[in-house]
């Protein structure tokens, strides 16, 4: 096909700025990228697009490609129009990703479930779920995984860049009253506002990330398990999550303990990892390092001191990059490669 007309829709927000980034990044080949976002800046320019489309029925028609980064409420209000009118979507919200008939894609991982796109929807796992898979696959693939406790170490960029805002305005504040900080932490956090986070985030771990459900699980966590289970194709696969927000501005991270159907080897392990795409095995990896790089980073990988079948290993990446806006575009060039994009017109 000719190179695919591509809509990208939150053109203005953290992710979709970043996507825009990508695109141009990777060199994308595209007839023309049109800017969608909210009615707040549409028919403003955004250099380099033009000018910015509102969502509308007549705006959302011819299209092969369209990159969703809007929130889940706007991809169950225009992702199947812009089916509809001849697009493939790959959406980077949670409004699609349990549907039976709309694949949970990771480039490296199950890039094959991206032709059972049976909505003409594609969607992308939650930014933690994502940076856990390449790991998990590369070892389930050899050791054969059955279950896995995942405790994630969330930056506030996960929350966009309001959390990210939230946390900067934070900072100095309590930077200067180190004092409090050290004797009286109650009184510290009450000297800033937390709207965005669960809690005061500078300075300090907080582990409420979600909504809480009735099991005592926030939503956060139920994504962790239930979009491992898909991805993986693994429904029965045991999943203990527990996510927490730390004060890191961007990269996500995730301690895993992971149980196998035969005992782990560890060099052999390193070895499955190490071969793995995008997957760069380091001694111990840290979410700021990973910031701004597409890759995905594993280290400490160590056998488990109470069982043979079992192995701990520290997995980061870049929650907006490879967590969101990077495996969008991939999921964009999948399409294109594999002649779904355009097909639908």
């Given amino acids: 096909m000719s190179a695919p007309r591509v809509a990208v829709v939150g053109a203005t927000g953290a992710v979709g700025q970043i996507m825009l980034q990508t695109l141009a990044r990777r060199g994308f080949e595209a007839s023309e990228i049109v800017p969608f976002a909210s009615e707040r800046s549409a028919g403003k320019v955004l250099e380099g697009y033009g000018v910015i489309q509102p969502l509308a029925d007549d705006t959302v028609q011819g299209y092969d490609l369209a990159l969703f980064s809007a929130g889940g409420s706007t991809s169950r209000a225009w992702a199947e129009k812009f089916v509809a009118g001849g697009a493939v979507v790959v959406d980077n919200s949670s409004a699609w990703r349990m549907d039976p008939d709309v694949p949970l894609v990771v480039s490296e991982v199950n890039p094959e479930a991206i032709d059972g796109a049976k909505k003409g929807i594609v969607a992308n796992p939650n930014c933690t779920t994502m940076v856990v898979m390449l ?42 009253r180190v004092e409090l900080l050290v004797n009286d932490g109650e009184q510290a956090r009450t000297l800033v506002t937390s709207e965005i986070h669960a809690d005061t985030l500078a300075y300090n771990v907080v582990p409420m990330l979600g909504t809480l459900g009735e099991n005592g699980y926030t939503d956060e966590e139920m994504k962790l398990q239930n979009e491992s289970r898909k991805i993986l194709g693994l429904p029965e696969l045991a999943v203990s999550p527990t996510c927490v927000r730390v004060p890191v501005m961007v990269g996500h991270a995730i301690e895993v303990r992971a149980t196998y159907e035969r005992e782990v080897d560890v060099a052999e392990a390193k070895a499955v990892l190490e071969a793995f795409p995008n997957l760069v095995v380091e001694d111990a990896p840290t979410p700021l390092a990973a910031a701004g790089r597409d890759e995905t980073f594993v280290g400490r990988v160590r056998a488990d001191l109470g069982d043979p079948r079992s192995l701990n290993f520290f997995v980061v990446g870049d929650n ?20 779904l994009a355009g097909a639908r017109a």
Avoid: C, W
């Fill in 135 to 176: 790991p998990a696959k590369a070892l389930h693939d050899t050791f054969g995984m059955t279950a896995m406790v995942a405790t994630s170490y969330q930056a506030a960029g996960g929350a966009g860049q309001k959390g990210i805002d939230e946390l900067a305005a934070q900072m100095p504040v309590l930077h200067e």
């Fill in 320 to 339: 907006l990059l490879k967590g969101a806006a990077l495996n969008t575009v991939q999921l964009a060039e999948l399409a294109v490669e594999r002649g």
